[in-house]
Nanobody, 120 residues
């Protein structure tokens, strides 16, 4: 039905920057909220940042001032610009979207994740 594909992860030194991208495709009537979550080894998956269809944003306290979420609604894409990265930002980052699917209505979808590793 709907696929989310992330890109942009990798290895970066502390203090560096990375930009994650996520593209939604499939039987999409409308993409509502989109966001990024992360899961470090042995920990639960937590919200990093989210953005509504209207452009309102929400960030985890740990990334405020360092990460910026944005979206291109025409392309059904969401981005996460990460700056001043810290080793504790190391995790698998997952894209999430709430999508109005043709004939089915609102549903939640996840990408497969992209690994971000920050070395000290």
């Amino acid at each position: 039905q709907v696929q989310l594909v992330e890109s942009g992860g990798g290895l970066v030194q502390a203090g560096g920057s990375l930009r994650l991208s996520c593209a939604a495709s499939g039987s999409i009537s409308r993409v509502n909220a989109m966001g990024w979550y992360r899961q470090a080894p042995g920990k639960q998956r937590d919200l990093v940042a989210a953005i509504t269809a209207g452009g309102n944003t929400n960030y985890a306290d740990s990334v405020k001032g360092r990460f910026t979420i944005s979206r291109d609604s025409a392309k059904n894409m969401v981005y996460l610009q990460m700056s001043s990265l810290k080793p504790e930002d190391t995790a698998v980052y997952y894209c999430h979207a709430n999508v109005d699917v043709v004939l089915f209505g609102g549903m939640d979808f996840w990408g497969k994740g992209t690994l971000v590793t920050v070395s000290s």
